[in-house]
């Protein structure tokens, strides 16, 4: 069982940057592949940014790439999702997931692939 905390949402002025963390209580978080999800209201879980279980690689939503960078420390247990040039529009619960199924080399877009969850933390951007 891995439980995940995430932290670092808050309010924020378009154009500017925020780090959400994501500790988890896994000595070893290079086991798991970890991805990071928003929901607005009214809308369905999206995917936002995954990296793999090994090898470190990364993959982005669309229109998130070039502003949001996922980067995992193993020694700290922590995962993080630097946001930069942020928009209104990412106004949104945003969790981190975690998975350990096989396919270590790819990271996964789909939330079904994960199999623990954080309680999310709300990020939001004013205009």
């Known amino acids: 069982q891995v439980q995940l905390v995430e932290s670092g949402g808050g309010l924020v002025q378009a154009g500017g940057s925020l780090r959400l963390s994501c500790a988890a209580s896994?000595?070893?978080?290079?086991?798991?592949?970890m991805g990071w999800f928003r929901q607005a209201p009214g809308k369905e879980r999206e995917f936002v940014a995954a990296?793999?279980?090994?090898?470190?690689?990364?993959s982005y939503r669309d229109f998130v790439r070039g502003r949001f960078t996922i980067l995992r420390d193993t020694a700290k247990s922590t995962v993080y999702l630097q946001m930069n040039s942020l928009k209104p529009e990412d106004t949104s619960v945003y969790y981190c997931?975690?998975?350990?199924?096989?396919?270590?080399?790819?990271?996964?877009?789909?939330?079904?692939?994960?199999?623990?969850w954080g309680q999310g933390t709300q990020v939001t951007v004013s205009s």
């Open positions: 997931a975690a998975r350990s199924g096989s396919d270590y080399y790819s990271p996964k877009d789909d939330p079904k692939d994960y199999h623990y």
């Open positions: 896994a000595r070893t978080l290079s086991m798991y592949g």
């Open positions: 990296i793999s279980r090994r090898g470190g690689s990364t």
